[in-house]
């Protein structure tokens, strides 16, 4: 069972439901034929799939497959059941310091064993890290794919014009290492205080300055967001 529910430039983004599993999964399926694509970009998605099936952490989307349905490729993750950190629900603090920095200790330490199988996420941010149950136990960072597939789009990644509002113009244009590691301090700031602490400021929806002033932390807290 299948539902399309969602598509940009370069993929279809499914909704599956196996007969075999309770589970659902996401299905991306290229719009490209694979005697289209160039091969030194099918072979970066190959790579990155293979890297990411070593990647033994609960902190991002579950990969299960990449395959060819006809002459498309595609790819399957598990999907996530979770509230996106970037929802009105969480305008307020989240969980205590020691819980957040539990959270974001473990997000930060898949991100490191992401980045030695040269992956990195890339956009870190509040709509694509979700917090999976009511207690915090668990928070997970979606569309880990991002940067691999940006390859195939010709008008450049949906997802920078997306998220980079997340982030200031200096960090939204850098590299996506230096992206998740900003990321990583946002989403512990919105665990301490919740996503009111964002503010319109031009295009983007930033931390203010004085943030810092306002969290009642230790001081090691506050060098970790610093």
């Not at 719009?31 to 091969?39: G, L, M």
């Not at 890290?129 to 207690?135: A, D, G, P, Q, R």
Request: charged share 25%.
């Amino acid at each position: 069972m299948k539902s399309k529910f969602d598509e940009d430039e370069a993929f279809e983004y499914w909704s599956v439901h196996a007969i075999y599993s309770p589970s659902n999964f996401i299905l991306l399926l290229a719009k490209k034929t694979s005697d289209q694509i160039d091969p030194s970009h099918l072979e970066e998605i190959r790579k990155f799939s293979n890297s990411l099936a070593k990647v033994k952490t609960r902190a991002f989307e579950v990969f299960i497959e990449l395959g060819q349905y006809e002459v498309r490729i595609f790819m399957v993750f598990l999907e996530i059941q979770g509230t996106a950190l970037s929802q009105e629900r969480f305008a307020l603090p989240v969980c205590s310091y020691f819980e957040a920095l539990n959270l974001v200790m473990e997000l930060g330490e898949s991100l490191r064993i992401l980045e030695m199988e040269g992956i990195s996420h890339g956009w870190i941010c509040p709509e694509n890290v979700w917090l999976i149950s009511e207690t915090g136990a668990n928070l997970k960072a979606r569309e880990v794919y991002g940067t691999v597939i940006s390859c195939l789009y010709e008008q450049g990644d949906p997802r920078q014009e997306k998220y980079q509002k997340y982030y200031p113009q200096n960090i939204s244009l850098s590299t996506p290492f230096q992206r998740d590691v900003y990321g990583l301090g946002m989403t512990f700031v919105i665990l301490l205080a919740g996503n009111s602490v964002l503010t319109e400021q031009g295009k983007r929806r930033l931390i203010g300055n004085n943030i810092l002033d306002c969290l009642k932390i230790p001081d090691s807290g506050r060098k970790v967001i610093s």
